[in-house]
């Protein structure tokens, strides 16, 4: 059973481009966060995707937007990208349901030159 | 809003030792509290968790109990091995309907020495 995968694991982007990060659930996870994670610091959440939409959101700019699908997997977009956006991007998916545990894919590590 | 305080790192033992990693957490309601660990170039992997005041969670000889009183979600285990040299996570989740929204510490570094 394939848990949560991400890709690409590693990218390189240029200042003020935009970049679009992948994730596949867990099989029977309907939802999908994605957190940011600095260098040394613990993860951010930064949006919650249920039934395709967006459905809760963290402290950040309109520049980070997502997209869910119908098969549940999902995309992170960033424009404009800023040297400060170089992070390990977390994915996680989990059944509806507040007590349910996170599941976390091994992320993308988003390097912005 | 919610946050949690976990003891600063790096943290060093030998292996056998006893193991306390302290976390503090604010939050409104009834959260419900986690540990995540993260080895080296992985995601986070869920270690142990508890829904309500009082509940113990326990995994892989970690243990940890829910203290409303003192606000505490402190991480235990009686005998570290060299296995469990990682970076360790408190994280919080508000009850209600904000699922998947997890509030996290920084992160505690472990390292085990033989």
């Known amino acids: 059973d394939a848990g949560v995968t991400q890709s690409p694991t590693h990218l390189i982007k240029t200042r003020g481009q935009q970049v679009t990060l992948r994730c596949s659930p867990k099989?029977?996870?309907?939802?999908v966060s994605w957190y940011q994670q600095a260098l040394g610091q613990g993860p951010q959440f930064i949006f919650q995707y249920y039934e395709e939409e967006e459905r809760q959101r963290g402290n950040f700019p309109d520049r980070f937007s997502g997209h869910q699908f119908p098969n549940y997997s999902s995309e992170l977009n960033v424009n404009a990208l800023l040297l400060g956006d170089s992070a390990l991007y977390l994915c996680?998916?989990?059944?509806?349901?507040?007590?349910?545990?996170?599941?976390f894919g091994n992320g993308t590590r988003l390097t912005v030159t | 809003g919610d946050s949690v305080t976990q003891m600063e790192g790096p943290v060093t033992l030998s292996e056998e030792a006893f193991l306390t990693i302290n976390c503090t957490y604010t939050a409104t309601g009834y959260p419900s509290l986690f540990w995540y660990v993260q080895y080296p170039g992985e995601g986070l992997q869920l270690l142990l968790k508890a829904t309500k005041a009082d509940d113990k969670g326990s995994n892989k000889g970690f243990e940890a109990t829910y203290r409303k009183e003192t606000t505490s979600f402190h991480l235990e285990k009686g005998s570290v091995q060299v296995s469990d040299s990682a970076v360790y996570f408190c994280a919080l989740s508000p009850g209600g309907t904000s699922y998947g929204k997890l509030t996290f510490g920084q992160g505690t570094i472990l390292t085990v020495h033989p």
């Open positions: 996680a998916s989990g059944p509806l349901g507040y007590n349910s545990p996170l599941h």
């Open positions: 099989s029977g996870h309907d939802t």
